[in-house]
Structures are given as C-alpha cells and as structure tokens.
C-alpha cells in the first residue's frame, strides 16, 4: 500500500505518529501483534482497509 500510495517508512512514521522502528517492524512481517488503534490510525493515512495492510 505505501508503494501505491508512493509513501516512504518516514513518511508513514510521522503521519501515524510512530517511530521510524515500528512501522519497518510491520512492514518486515516481523511484528508479533498490533494495536487496533495503530492498524486504523494506518489505514486511514494511507486510505485502504486492514486487510489490504
């Protein structure tokens, strides 16, 4: 989705308001779990559902 959306970590990380880490730790595959606020927070900047994440 941040390719579509030509969103770079960064980006995303400021926008959501997270540290650089936690979005490269989802984006990896490498997180355990998610909040379900960080998941909406997401996919409201980047404009999908959570599926698509």
């Known amino acids: 989705m941040m ?4 969103m770079s970590l ?3 990380s ?3 308001g997270l540290t650089l880490s936690n ?3 989802l984006k990896t595959g490498k ?3 998610i909040r ?3 998941l909406e927070t997401i996919c ?3 404009n999908c559902r959570p599926a698509d994440v």
């Open 44 to 46: 409201e900047v980047l």
């Open 23 to 25: 979005p490269s730790i």
């Open 36 to 38: 379900f606020s960080t």
């Open 14 to 16: 400021e926008k959501v």
């Open 10 to 12: 960064n980006e995303l």
């Open 3 to 6: 390719a579509k959306r030509k």
């Open 31 to 33: 997180a355990k779990a």
